[in-house]
């Protein structure tokens, strides 16, 4: 049994004998579950109030890169107009096509929103998460991830509209897709690490893991950013081409929470990044590790964001084929290397020092600019130089006129 | 075991994100692949046509402020020429360069529309667009400046301008002209080398320069195909034949092509206005005309060489104080002809991308 | 290639973020969040001088609560706005208007009243409705005004809650501001007369007019040779 060092955090196991301290034997049996709701309450409450800051933050920052003003009405800079979102939400009808499929349909918003809070419970805030050390940290986050996958095919099938089922269908299409890369690049990680407990994986972080194996972190955010569906991978909504794509049909509290799904992942997102590839809560001393967390997920957030902002939208087959062409070798040649680096350079106790850790970086960086450049041969449309301009020989507009 | 699978029907359209007002596509899908496109239009019919033959000369220029409403300059110039060459009035000189500049800043703020529509087609979030408009919003400004109104602007007349410029207005223009050529260079280091832009729109949607005759497209479309061809270089109108500028055409054909076809086109339309600032003489800006002006029974065609293509007006006189008939060459609605034939085979997101550099107006091709 | 055209995208955005004059194609209508020190300028104080004499206020405008009337915006006095100047005393009733109105919205009914000696017959204007439910502004109207009566005004906030109110009749267009746009009006902008003037300055009917007004002794020899 791991030893809880500081009060740093809540976590579920220390709660739980918490209660079975205060409470009298004969309800012991009880102290779990009021653990496990206080443990729900506190990470649902705090999920749903930071999205509800992240979309303010979204919207206000997006504004600003288009020249815009953002929401600035209510509350001082427009804070509170979340509040007034969730209330127009509220009122609005709530409609269900009549051909729709009702279970699926109704059900598609609890199950998208589930996994993303239900990561939440490992990402790792102090120095533990709020389930403890859980051994299986980065499996638990990949596996539950990967249930949206169905929410946003119930959601499109359920609503019986073809631009839904249009969406839908991209929308598993392309996160089965990249599922693959995205496991594939968290692989370098682990292997550096050696445990797929997320706070090992911090605790591992003498160098940010940004630094030693950007290639792995390009795979994962390029995978993640899919799996959220943002720009440039945004073909389940596609606004532009589908309407709104698989919540077409949704509307009032059943929209509102897909709405909070989908501003939920691109913060947890953040937070994953920030444990796997950013050192976590770690930072410089006076400040506390949790502060330096948000932050850190914070400037994810925006980094995401400013990718939303800057670029358009890839195409279908592009989309796909970038994931089996592109970042599935690009995963590949990133485990062979980390692999073959970790073997030579760890010492006797397996463990690797920090100076070690910065040549890798030297190596890595040099050899990721070289993968993203044969990839970017490979991939490239093969012809980039245009012809020049040849006026066409069918007509002649100095001619004169018979 | 093979899957059957069959076509699936999709109405894109009237009410869409990218139909680009009330344009409707019924587009036969398998699975992202376009098979079929029957397009369908007429939402947006207000019988301008036929409202013009119970109006007079000069009432008609406020129809056709709402033909193309992204530049109701050009269609305001085509008309007054038109009525010009069928009255036999000759507008002033200093009338005839406002025209132009008119024109051309039109025209600019037709183009940067159409690109920022085009990135929005895209999926680039509107950034490019707000980007475009800002810089539109500047040239409506101007407008504002000359006419009081900032879309619907009404301000040709049938032998020369309704006013004289305001003092300011040359200051400002002057500015503006100036600081456009960087907004082109901010938006095209934004746009031009963008790999994901370039891999969407290049080699898509091509269209050769024979069918693009045959199919009598014009405009920026027709000149992305290599074909130069410009109304304002094949029958000079105004003072078009005294101004330095060339024609530029693209390559290829596709959708990049006519991206860059237009950003160049408003690089020209710059030279073009920087060259009437210097020209523009002092002198009367309006013929006397008279206000119901009774044309001499024959008929009249003029064109221009609008931001969508050549637009023209054919009227008809039977010598009463309006017209017996009047005909628009709208070129958005012509350059739909050859919309199938671009669509056919390429996907969705392909789809919306062709028919978003196409640049169509629902209000010109509806009339 | 190579992602350097991404990468170049996300400078320009960047840039258009940071650099303050990039920002705000869009300004708030018709009033606008202000900041301390924007409001300290307004005042035409130092900020931290307004900062130790009304901390509350500051405190408030540093959370963005404080919105102030927008003057920004830069409307040019010929803009042609959603309503009508007219002035009764120069309207003879010749309907002109309404003939040159391309959508037919101006209704007049005159009936003949009164005979001012100098200036001869005048038509009492009865009725005057303008749809402008229906009314595009395109301004023929006044172009048409031979006496320049009617003018484009510059107000635009003209929206009600049923059809019936859109009709402007006589005596609203005779109480309405006389604040008519210098659109088509070159006499209004020799005269520097701008209507989006905060202060309120009406331009009276002599203002409007587009020549000199013939003096008395000119107007005794015109009517003397009748």
């Known amino acids: 049994m791991h030893e809880i060092q500081t009060a740093g955090i809540l976590d579920f196991g220390s709660l739980e004998r918490f209660f079975q301290r205060v409470l009298p034997d004969s309800l012991d049996r009880f102290a779990f579950f009021i653990a496990a709701f206080t443990l729900a309450f506190i990470v649902i409450n705090v999920m749903v109030q930071t999205t509800a800051v992240y979309t303010w933050f979204e919207r206000r920052v997006l504004g600003r890169f288009q020249g815009r003003l953002g929401p600035n009405r209510w509350g001082p800079f427009g804070m509170l107009q979340p509040i007034a979102d969730l209330i127009k939400l509220m009122t609005k009808e709530d409609m269900v096509p009549k051909i729709a499929d009702r279970w699926s349909f109704n059900l598609a918003p609890i199950i998208l929103v589930f996994p993303t809070l239900l990561v939440v419970a490992v990402i790792p805030f102090g120095p533990d998460s709020f389930l403890g050390r859980l051994n299986i940290g980065i499996l638990f986050v990949l596996g539950v991830t990967s249930v949206n996958t169905i929410a946003i095919f119930m959601a499109g099938w359920g609503s019986a509209n073809k631009y839904a089922m249009l969406g839908a269908m991209r929308g598993v299409a392309m996160l089965v897709s990249y599922e693959v890369p995205m496991a594939l690049g968290v692989v370098g990680v682990l292997i550096l690490s050696g445990s797929l407990a997320m706070s090992d994986i911090v605790i591992q972080q003498n160098v940010p893991f940004l630094i030693v194996q950007p290639l792995g972190f390009l795979i994962f955010i390029a995978a993640a950013s899919a799996e959220m569906s943002r720009t440039p991978f945004d073909q389940i909504e596609a606004e532009s081409e589908l309407g709104s794509g698989y919540n077409t049909e949704y509307s009032s509290m059943k929209f509102g929470m897909l709405f909070l799904g989908e501003f939920m992942a691109p913060l947890v997102t953040g937070m994953i990044v920030t444990t796997l590839f950013l050192s976590g809560t770690r930072g410089f001393d006076p400040i506390p590790g949790q502060v330096w967390f948000v932050g850190k997920t914070f400037a994810v957030v925006f980094a995401l964001l400013w990718v939303r902002a800057t670029w358009p939208r890839l195409r279908v087959d592009q989309i796909m084929a970038f994931a089996w062409k592109g970042l599935f070798g690009m995963a590949l040649v990133n485990i062979f290397l980390i692999a073959v680096e970790v073997a030579v350079f760890q010492d006797d106790a397996g463990k690797i020092s920090t100076n070690s850790l910065w040549i890798m970086s030297a190596i890595n960086w040099a050899i990721a600019i070289g993968v993203i450049v044969a990839v970017a041969n490979i991939l490239g449309q093969p012809n980039l130089e245009r012809p020049t301009p040849v006026p066409s020989p069918l007509a002649n507009m100095y001619a004169e006129a018979d | 075991m093979a899957v059957k699978t069959e076509p699936v029907t999709i109405n894109l359209g009237p009410q869409h994100p990218s139909t680009h007002g009330v344009f409707r596509l019924r587009v036969k899908f398998d699975g992202e692949v376009v098979l079929d496109v029957e397009p369908v239009f007429g939402y947006l019919h207000r019988g301008t046509e036929k409202l013009a033959e119970s109006r007079t000369y000069v009432q008609i220029v406020t129809l056709t402020d709402r033909l193309d409403y992204t530049a109701s300059m050009s269609n305001n110039l085509s008309y007054v020429l038109a009525v010009e060459k069928l009255a036999g009035i000759e507008a002033p000189e200093r009338a005839q360069y406002i025209r132009v500049i008119c024109a051309e800043l039109a025209r600019i703020s037709s183009h940067l529309m159409a690109t920022g529509f085009l990135l929005n087609d895209l999926g680039a979030f509107a950034t490019p667009l707000m980007y475009c408009f800002r810089e539109r919003e500047r040239i409506l400004d101007l407008f504002e400046m000359l006419c009081g109104a900032r879309i619907t602007v009404s301000y040709m007349r049938p032998g020369g301008v309704l006013q004289d410029p305001p003092d300011d207005f040359w200051p400002a223009l002057t500015r503006i002209n100036d600081d456009l050529p960087q907004y082109f260079d901010e938006l095209e280091s934004l746009i031009t080398g963008n790999e994901i832009v370039l891999a969407r729109t290049r080699d898509v949607g091509t269209i050769s320069a024979e069918h693009a005759i045959n199919a009598s497209i014009s405009g920026p479309i027709l000149r992305a195909t290599g074909v130069q061809w410009d109304v304002r270089r094949a029958d000079p109108y105004e003072i078009y034949d005294r101004l330095d500028f060339d024609i530029p055409i693209g390559a290829v054909g596709d959708t990049f092509d006519r991206y860059l076809v237009r950003i160049q086109e408003m690089r020209e339309s710059v030279k073009i206005i920087r060259q009437c600032i210097e020209q523009t003489p002092d002198g009367p800006y309006r013929a006397d005309a008279p206000w119901f002006i009774r044309a001499p029974e024959g008929d009249a065609y003029a064109a221009v060489e609008g931001p969508k293509g050549e637009l023209g007006f054919y009227m008809v006189s039977d010598g009463d104080i309006s017209p017996y008939r009047c005909k628009i060459r709208a070129p958005s609605f012509i350059n739909l002809t050859a919309l199938t034939d671009m669509l056919v085979g390429w996907k969705m997101g392909d789809l919306i991308t062709i028919f978003g550099s196409l640049d169509v107006v629902l209000g010109e091709v509806d009339r | ?226």
């Open chain 3, 1 to 226: 290639m190579y992602g350097v055209g991404l990468i170049k995208g996300l400078g320009v955005t960047i840039k258009n973020l940071i650099l303050p004059g990039r920002q705000f194609t869009i300004h708030q209508y018709p009033d606008r969040k202000i900041g301390p020190i924007g409001l300290a300028r307004m005042e035409g104080k130092n900020p931290l001088a307004f900062a130790l004499s009304r901390p509350g206020e500051t405190l408030k405008a540093m959370m963005g609560l404080v919105s102030v009337p927008d003057k920004r915006q830069d409307q040019h006095p010929r803009f042609r706005g959603e309503e009508f100047s007219w002035y009764d005393n120069r309207c003879t009733g010749c309907a002109s208007c309404a003939k040159y109105c391309p959508l037919g919205i101006i209704k007049i009914v005159t009936s003949p009243s009164e005979t001012a000696m100098q200036e001869g017959d005048k038509y009492a204007i009865d009725v005057f409705d303008i749809d402008i439910g229906r009314c595009m502004f395109c301004g023929l109207c006044v172009e048409a005004c031979p006496y320049d009566a009617l003018h484009m005004g510059s107000g635009f906030e003209e929206g009600t809650y049923t059809r019936a109110e859109l009709v402007i009749n006589v005596d609203m267009l005779k109480a309405a501001p006389k604040k008519p746009s210098q659109w088509f009006r070159p006499q209004l902008t020799s005269q520097n007369y701008n209507p989006l003037d905060s202060d309120g300055k009406e331009a009276s009917s002599q203002d409007v007019h587009r020549h000199e007004k013939p003096s008395q002794s000119d107007q005794e020899k015109t009517w003397g040779q009748r």
